[in-house]
């Protein structure tokens, strides 16, 4: 069965930091493309950052970049969201996902076929 399954999350001073987890089961996931992505409320999902399968090139959102960094452990089958510096605007459910596709992992949500269950962050004093 396939699954991914996220922890991780909670609730955040702004400038604080917390890391997400993302582990799969009933595939490998060095087979495919993986993204984060999140949705605030009121708000369409949108991608955070990525990883494309074939060259491990990576993508982040520019309201992201030097905060938020995503990477894999292949031997535990998991994928990671690690941010810092927090913003109360990075308030959102985030999701993993992941994607047949080899490259430009920063398409439309449609583009990927798996996703975890997503992660409530709250960031406020």
């Known amino acids: 069965q396939v699954q991914l399954v996220q922890s991780g999350g909670g609730l955040v001073q702004p400038g604080g930091s917390l890391r997400l987890s993302c582990a799969a089961s009933?595939?490998?996931?060095?087979?495919?493309?993986i993204g984060w992505f999140r949705q605030a409320p009121g708000k369409e999902r949108e991608m955070v950052t990525c990883t494309s399968k074939s060259d491990g090139s990576t993508y982040s959102a520019d309201s992201v970049k030097g905060r938020f960094t995503i990477s894999r452990d292949n031997a535990k089958n998991t994928v990671y969201l690690q941010m810092i510096s927090l913003k109360p605007e990075d308030t959102a459910v985030y999701y993993c996902a992941v994607g047949r596709f080899g490259y430009y992992c920063n398409g439309p949500p449609y583009n990927y076929d798996y996703w975890g269950q997503g992660s409530q962050v709250t960031v406020s004093s």
């Open positions: 009933g595939f490998t996931l060095e087979d495919y493309s």
